[in-house]
């Protein structure tokens, strides 16, 4: 990407972060195990965990006295080896950055885990493509979002299997954990069908949901909308889910499977027109 487009899409995504999760490592093709930061004469095996058209957070395993020993390195020049292999692509695609060490610390919590910093210098046409395409993907699926608001889909051995549906979900509620049924979907709303031993549920109370697909495997903070006891003990829940990436496209690849897929033959009251070659 060159000349205007690039500073279109700098101007466009400047102050954006994504984070580097399973849904972008997959959209993106990173193969994430093959980075390596090299500053001075060491080179540091590492990660991806936050990416930016400025700058990217690597995570890192260092010993205590290893973190120190690479916090004088701050401010100092440094070298980031990627390599990405998106979908349609048949041979990898090795990008090397360089950049500047802002910042090595532990992660919060995590003493063996540094977080490192970095500022682009600058950022290689092919990564600031890379990133600009998958924000530009994210922008396509909020839309999508909004489009499939209330188009709840039920969900049944067939569509499971056509959205690689595991059925298995957990719901975190007030700090208990349990497996739920999920029963429809919209890229709004998810109904679940919940069992007796859980604890009672509320409306409007905060709750968390992870959702098990052969494609992705995430979690989503959600609210809980309707909350109604049945008969027998158990409850039926709705969450209404804010954008979620990884459920946006699950939906639209199942919706546009859904509209090309083969209709099944009509049944014994049908025309002959409908079942040509029979006579």
């Known amino acids: 990407m060159q000349g205007n487009n690039a500073q279109d899409l700098y101007a466009q995504y400047q102050n954006e972060t994504l984070a580097v999760n399973q849904f972008a490592t997959l959209h993106m093709g990173l193969q994430a195990g093959l980075t390596a930061l090299k500053v001075d004469s060491y080179v540091i095996a590492c990660a991806p965990y936050r990416m930016s058209l400025s700058g990217a ?47 090595i610390t532990p992660m919060k919590g995590k003493d063996s885990i540094g977080l490192i910093a970095l500022e682009w210098k600058p950022c290689p046409p092919d990564l600031q493509t890379i990133i600009g395409d998958f924000f530009m993907l994210v922008d396509r699926l909020k839309v999508e979002y909004e489009d499939f608001k209330g188009k709840r889909i039920a969900i049944n051995p067939e569509s499971a299997k056509h959205m690689g549906f595991n059925n298995y979900t957990l719901i975190k509620y007030e700090g208990a954990e349990t497996k739920a049924a999920l029963f429809a979907l919209a890229s709004d709303k998810l109904e679940f069908l919940v069992p007796v031993q859980a604890p ?56 546009f499977s859904e509209r090309f897929s083969v209709k099944p033959a009509a049944g014994p009251g049908a025309s002959p027109e409908a079942n040509p070659g029979k006579a």
């Open 57 to 103: 957070t690597l995570v890192a395993v260092f010993s205590r006295e290893e973190l120190v020993f690479f916090q004088r390195y701050a401010g100092s020049l440094a070298g980031l080896a990627l390599v990405f292999q998106p979908g349609n692509s048949p041979q990898p695609m090795k990008i090397f950055a360089r950049c500047t060490i802002k910042t």
């Open 200 to 255: 009672p549920m509320e409306a409007g109370k905060p709750a968390t949901v992870k959702l098990f697909f052969q494609s992705y495997q995430f979690s989503m903070a959600a609210t809980v909308s309707e909350a109604m006891k049945l008969p027998n003990g158990a409850q039926k829940l709705a969450l209404a889910a804010p954008f979620s990436a990884e459920l946006v496209d699950i939906i639209e690849h199942y919706r």
